[in-house]
C-alpha cells in the first residue's frame, strides 16, 4: 500500500500532471487504483476497450502490437494514455515483463477531475502535441 506522498510523487511525474497544483495532484492521486500484476501477464490487448491511465510504481512493461515490441515502460512512467482521452480500443498490447505494481486513472476519474480543474485539459493536450511530434521525428529519420 502506498502512502499519500508515494502516490504525490508518482503522479507528480506524469508529464499532464506536472504543472497542477499539489492540491488537485494529492486528490487525483487519492482516488486512483493500486493493481499487482504478476510476471508475463497481459494487461490488456490490442483491440479491447479501454478506459486507464497507468503509472508504474515498480516492475517493467512491454508495448507491443502481436510479436512487434514498441516499447518498454517502466517504473515512474505511464502507459495507456490514448485510451483514457478517446473512447477508441487499445492501440497496442501492453504484458508485464516481470512483477508490476500499477495506480490506475480510470477515464471517469480524470473526467471529474478535468472538470474541477479545467487547466489539466492543456496539460494534456501539451503532452500529447508532445507524443506527436516526437512520432513525426522517427518517422523522419
Do not use: W
Not at 16 to 30: G, N
Not at 64 to 91: C, N
Request: with cysteine; net charge negative.
Amino acid at each position: 500500500m502506498l502512502t499519500s506522498v508515494d502516490r504525490l510523487l508518482l503522479v507528480r511525474r506524469v508529464p499532464i500532471f506536472q504543472e497542477l497544483r499539489d492540491d488537485f495532484v494529492v486528490r487525483l492521486a487519492s482516488v486512483m487504483n493500486e493493481l499487482s500484476y504478476p510476471a508475463n501477464h497481459s494487461i490488456f490487448k490490442q483491440g479491447e476497450e479501454g478506459r486507464s491511465l497507468y503509472i508504474i510504481v515498480s516492475g517493467k512493461v512491454k508495448v507491443h502490437i502481436g510479436d512487434t515490441k514498441l516499447a518498454e515502460v517502466d517504473t515512474g512512467k505511464y502507459f495507456g494514455e490514448m485510451a483514457v482521452f478517446d473512447t477508441q480500443s487499445r492501440s497496442a498490447s501492453v504484458t508485464t515483463l516481470e512483477a508490476c505494481e500499477c495506480l490506475e486513472l480510470t477515464q471517469e476519474q480524470l473526467y471529474d477531475a478535468i472538470e474541477e480543474t479545467p487547466e489539466i485539459a492543456v496539460n494534456i493536450i501539451r503532452e500529447l502535441s508532445r507524443i506527436i511530434r516526437k512520432l513525426n521525428e522517427s518517422i523522419s529519420h
